[in-house]
């Protein structure tokens, strides 16, 4: 059975700095390639970065130079640093595991960016 449990999340005010992590079991971790989406209320979900099985990575322009994805394929873990956040960064932030044709999706957690 396939899981992916992201921790991390909380309320941090703006300019702050929060870390995830997403834990997965169940698949051979270092072949996927790993995903952070995100999604406000009234919202479509986004990515907000990618790292893939050869450790390549890519962000888009709303959080480039502030967000950045790591892997550690020992404790088959992704994390996702995000620093200088900004209140529109306020969004439940999920991880995604992919490898074609499979995709797997973790719960979310909860990132509220407010003072």
């Known amino acids: 059975q396939v899981q992916l449990v992201e921790s991390g999340g909380g309320l941090v005010q703006p300019g702050g700095s929060l870390r995830l992590s997403c834990a997965a079991s169940g698949i051979i971790f270092s072949a996927y390639a790993m995903r952070w989406y995100r999604q406000a209320p009234g919202k479509q979900r986004e990515l907000v970065a990618v790292?893939?099985?050869?450790?390549?990575?890519n962000y888009p322009d709303s959080v480039k130079g502030r967000f950045t994805i790591s892997r550690d394929n020992a404790k088959n873990t992704v994390y996702l640093q995000m620093n200088s956040l900004k209140p529109e960064d306020t969004a439940i932030y999920y991880c995604n595991a992919q490898r074609n044709p499979s995709s797997y999706w973790g719960q979310g957690t909860q990132v509220t960016v407010s003072s």
């Open positions: 790292i893939t099985s050869i450790s390549s990575t």
